[in-house]
């Protein structure tokens, strides 16, 4: 199974505000909604909160360690590896976030999906520092939406 991280992040690393995305990408929600239709995803719970509600056609895993957290719809697990141990049979696992998730699963990330916007945004979430050194350029675009931003896939490279 290829476990991927799916992150939008501004110039300065931030990706949310007060539980909420602090900006409106039409473009690359859309884009987002392409890439993981379908398949599974695997949150945080307060990702999953903010979001409200199960995205519909994917299967979503949500992490949290209250053991009597229940969510309509999605499954919950107590701790990453049970989640990723339950998503095993699916082709690709999308890390959906947010910052504590991220932080957490950089090091399993085979493939980021990398949205960065060509703005400093306030916020109190962010992602965290990476090295791209072992990763290699799949594929960049610049898109064009109410803020300028490009997405790249990067890809580790076999050791
Ligand atoms: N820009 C983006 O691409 C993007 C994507 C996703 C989210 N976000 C933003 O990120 C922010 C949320 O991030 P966050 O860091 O506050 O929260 P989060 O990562 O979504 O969720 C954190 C929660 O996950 C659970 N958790 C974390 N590690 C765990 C572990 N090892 N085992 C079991 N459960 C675990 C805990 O839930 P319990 O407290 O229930 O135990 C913890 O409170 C929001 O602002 C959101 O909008 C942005």
């Not at 473009?27 to 239709?37: A, C, H, S, V």
């Not at 699916?90 to 060509?118: K, N």
């Amino acid at each position: 199974m290829l476990i991927s991280i799916v992150v939008a992040m501004a110039k300065n690393r931030v990706i949310g505000n007060n539980g909420q995305l602090p900006w409106q990408l039409p473009t690359d929600l859309q884009r987002f909604k392409r890439l993981t239709m379908g398949h599974t995803l695997l949150m945080g719970r307060r990702t999953f909160e903010s979001i409200g509600q199960p995205l519909p056609g994917r299967r979503t895993i949500v992490v949290s360690r209250n053991p009597g957290y229940r969510v309509a719809g999605c499954e919950v697990v107590t701790s990453i590896e049970a989640g990723v141990e339950l998503a095993g049979a699916a082709e690709e696992l999308f890390i959906c976030g947010g910052s504590d998730i991220y932080q957490q699963t950089l090091a399993l990330a085979e493939r980021i999906y990398l949205t960065e916007l060509d703005a400093e945004i306030a916020g109190d979430s962010s992602f965290p520092l990476w090295s791209d050194d072992d990763f290699e350029l799949l594929h960049t675009e610049l898109c064009r939406d109410n803020i300028d931003y490009s997405f790249s896939i990067w890809q580790q490279m076999e050791l």
